[in-house]
């Protein structure tokens, strides 16, 4: 049989794609940098600070039709050069998609962590949840499995092997209900729980190991994004607890989100802290984003803490 220029240049494209279909590889990540004004305690300074920027690399392959092999390998980047550490481990898994869920073996966010799905408005700058409350874990040596979704319902869960935990193994539970971004359901909600995870104590030190409790939900009233978070925490070695509430609103109009949001940590021996965040962000394009935010923590000491930002986001 005879072939042409044509046809033999088709059947060389076709040869060297197929195998390519067979794996997908994303190259993702974000720069965000602000420039900011900040007060520690110790008086105000500038600074410009890399707001968890990072890098990746994700995808998938398909081994059957119902079944595919799931990776990510994602790091933060020093963009501010004010770190002798350039990259930072983030998630960091391989692991197994089909029929009965997925289950991850790696370094990940535990379902507790992931359970507040976008409620926390002001995560990756100084109003983050974290700075507050523990619960906010990125692990390694962890094995987590979901369940595929029932009537918008999925449950998670995280295994922490003893090699993470000084000698102890842990475990992080979760139900997840609806869509984090509220695009294909009107409310999201999740209800976590960790065992004997590690975490801070409220002075900023590593600690010992927590049990914590968390309630999470949003939606849309009137076009405003509204989140609740709610959370119990008791650090197991001191019997030290804590109960805590954060409120969360956004609204968007043109080009414009307009968003706030309130932390509250009652601590049982009376040291009350709480933490107000405001800010506007303006999207250049979907890429890109102009943003300023004020955070304020009220510790109930001495050492409050204040900072005024404005940075730019883009994410590809």
Known sequence: ????????????????????????????????ISVQSSDEGDGKFTEIKSNASRIGFKGTHELSQ?????YKAEFEVDMDGDSSDVFKGRNQYIGLRGLFGEVLLGKNDTMLKQSQGKVDIFSDHNGDIKHLWVGENRLSDTLSYKSPKFKG???????????????????????????????????????AFDSDVKGKSKDGAVSGHFDTMRATVSGKIAGITLGLMLQSQEEIETGAEMDGVMVSAKYSFDNLTLKGQFQGADHKDGDNRSGLTAGIDYKLAKSTKLYVFYTNFDLDSDNDQDYLAAGIQYKF
């Open 66 to 70: 119902d079944l595919e092999v799931v």
């Open 153 to 191: 319902l999925q449950l998670g869960l995280t295994y922490m092997a003893e090699d993470e935990l000084d000698g102890e193994d842990a475990y992080s539970m979760a139900v997840f209900y609806g869509d984090k971004s509220l695009k294909k359901s009107k409310i999201y909600a999740a209800v």
């Open 1 to 32: 049989m005879k072939f042409t220029k044509k046809a033999l240049l088709i059947a060389m494209f076709y040869t060297a794609t197929v195998p390519a279909m067979a794996a997908s590889v994303d190259v993702y990540g974000r720069a965000d």
